[in-house]
């Protein structure tokens, strides 16, 4: 679909006309959910399949649903999906995702998003989600055990987060995060970047995208998280629970190296610093340099250490030097809000 900007009213159309695969009188739609698994997937046969079995090993006590988007992937992805949906009707509810509706380009034919992880939120019925893309996988049997249970006996809580572990598929190391306790998010909200979307639990309002501009940041699991930080209060559970893959072909870190990809999301993190600037949550300049910095840095050394490609490297460089140089007023005027 080719659209200039991305409206909620969009979304909300394409959802309201999709159906959902094996109908609406499976079991699982019979029943009323504590906790919605949510994951997406596009051209991720390789591990989707490991991804949906560590969500069946949960050990609970109450009822809980696995929704899946599928996004029109163009290997065996889909028919991987139909398969579990098929073996676990008391458990998944999948939505067959058409590209042509899900996938948005701009008016030169590029792409810019998919809405899948829009629409399948909008599919989660339960009032608390838990997150959990189609590459990465959990690894603890009672992760939305110990998460609900937290959630349960205090409505206050707005989200739960844990420890994971981040696995290379280029080279097969594993790194154990660096993730703690941060007591004050408000002062240094720099701190969230080391929370992994894999080991949240969130309230169904920090799902909510009720504005337009939400719609068209490619930056979705921090806008979670800030909502999060406003809506309620944060709790941590220190254990690990979940492993992130990175390079994987379909994931967001096998295309860190694209300049336009960096650039949009330098982009969209300025305008969501802009938003809440004046709202008292953290320092736009000390955000932006402690998160941004890395960011871009870590793109220089992948280009330079396995693309060998230096003119490519100095374009990754240029947004370093322009983060310096605009203020989040210059970037508001050309990035209509």
Same mark, same amino acid.
């Given at each position: 679909?080719?659209?200039?900007?991305?409206?909620?009213?969009?979304?909300?159309?394409?959802?309201?006309?999709?159906?959902?695969?094996?109908?609406? $009188?499976?079991?699982?739609?019979?029943?009323?959910?504590?906790?919605?698994?949510?994951?997406?997937?596009?051209?991720?046969?390789?591990?989707?399949?490991?991804?949906?079995?560590?969500?069946?090993?949960?050990?609970?006590?109450?009822?809980?649903?696995?929704?899946?988007?599928?996004?029109?992937?163009?290997?065996?992805?889909?028919?991987? @999906?139909?398969?579990?949906?098929?073996?676990?009707?008391?458990?998944?509810?999948?939505?067959?995702?058409?590209?042509?509706?899900?996938?948005?380009?701009?008016?030169?034919?590029?792409?810019?998003?998919?809405?899948? &992880?829009?629409?399948? =939120?909008k599919a989660c019925r339960a009032d608390y989600v838990a997150l959990c893309e189609g590459d990465d996988y959990w690894t603890c049997k009672d992760k939305l055990k110990l998460q609900y249970n937290i959630v349960k006996d205090d409505s206050n809580v707005s989200m739960v987060y844990m420890d994971h572990t981040i696995?290379?598929?280029?080279?097969?190391?594993?790194?154990?995060?660096? +993730?703690?306790?941060?007591?004050? =998010?408000?002062?240094?909200?720099?701190?969230?970047?080391?929370?992994?979307?894999? +080991?949240?639990?969130?309230?169904? &309002? @920090?799902?909510?995208? $009720?504005?337009?501009?939400?719609?068209?940041? $490619?930056? +979705?699991?921090?806008?979670?998280?800030?909502?999060?930080?406003?809506?309620?209060?944060?709790?941590?559970?220190?254990?690990?629970?979940?492993?992130? $893959?990175?390079?994987?072909?379909?994931?967001?870190?096998?295309?860190?190296?694209?300049?336009?990809?960096?650039?949009? &999301?330098?982009?969209?993190?300025?305008?969501?610093?802009?938003?809440?600037?004046?709202?008292?949550?953290?320092?736009?300049?000390?955000?932006?340099?402690?998160?941004?910095?890395?960011?871009?840095?870590?793109?220089?050394?992948?280009?330079?250490?396995?693309?060998?490609?230096?003119?490519?490297?100095?374009?990754?460089?240029?947004?370093?030097?322009?983060?310096?140089?605009? &203020?989040?007023?210059?970037?508001?005027?050309?990035?209509?809000?």
């Amino acid at each position: 679909m080719i659209l200039d900007k991305i409206t909620k009213e969009y979304v909300d159309k394409v959802f309201l006309d999709e159906e959902e695969y094996l109908g609406k $009188n499976k079991k699982v739609n019979q029943t009323v959910p504590k906790v919605s698994v949510w994951v997406i997937t596009y051209n991720q046969e390789k591990y989707i399949s490991e991804c949906l079995d560590s969500i069946l090993m949960q050990e609970v006590d109450f009822d809980y649903e696995i929704v899946i988007g599928e996004d029109g992937s163009s290997d065996n992805t889909r028919e991987i @999906c139909k398969k579990y949906a098929d073996k676990y009707p008391e458990k998944i509810r999948l939505f067959l995702r058409d590209r042509e509706k899900s996938a948005i380009y701009d008016r030169n034919g590029k792409f810019k998003r998919s809405i899948n &992880s829009f629409l399948t =939120f909008k599919a989660c019925r339960a009032d608390y989600v838990a997150l959990c893309e189609g590459d990465d996988y959990w690894t603890c049997k009672d992760k939305l055990k110990l998460q609900y249970n937290i959630v349960k006996d205090d409505s206050n809580v707005s989200m739960v987060y844990m420890d994971h572990t981040i696995r290379n598929r280029r080279t097969g190391k594993m790194k154990v995060s660096s +993730t703690k306790q941060f007591k004050c =998010f408000k002062n240094n909200i720099s701190k969230i970047d080391k929370i992994h979307t894999s +080991t949240l639990l969130v309230s169904r &309002s @920090c799902i909510y995208f $009720n504005e337009n501009w939400m719609y068209n940041l $490619n930056i +979705t699991d921090l806008t979670i998280k800030i909502k999060a930080i406003i809506l309620g209060d944060i709790r941590y559970v220190k254990k690990r629970v979940s492993v992130y $893959n990175i390079f994987n072909e379909g994931s967001w870190s096998s295309t860190l190296v694209d300049k336009r990809i960096l650039l949009k &999301s330098y982009k969209s993190w300025l305008i969501l610093l802009n938003y809440l600037k004046g709202r008292g949550y953290f320092s736009t300049v000390q955000y932006v340099k402690n998160r941004e910095l890395r960011r871009y840095r870590s793109s220089i050394r992948i280009v330079l250490i396995e693309k060998k490609n230096i003119f490519l490297a100095v374009l990754c460089l240029l947004p370093v030097f322009l983060m310096r140089q605009y &203020s989040i007023y210059t970037h508001k005027r050309y990035w209509k809000l």
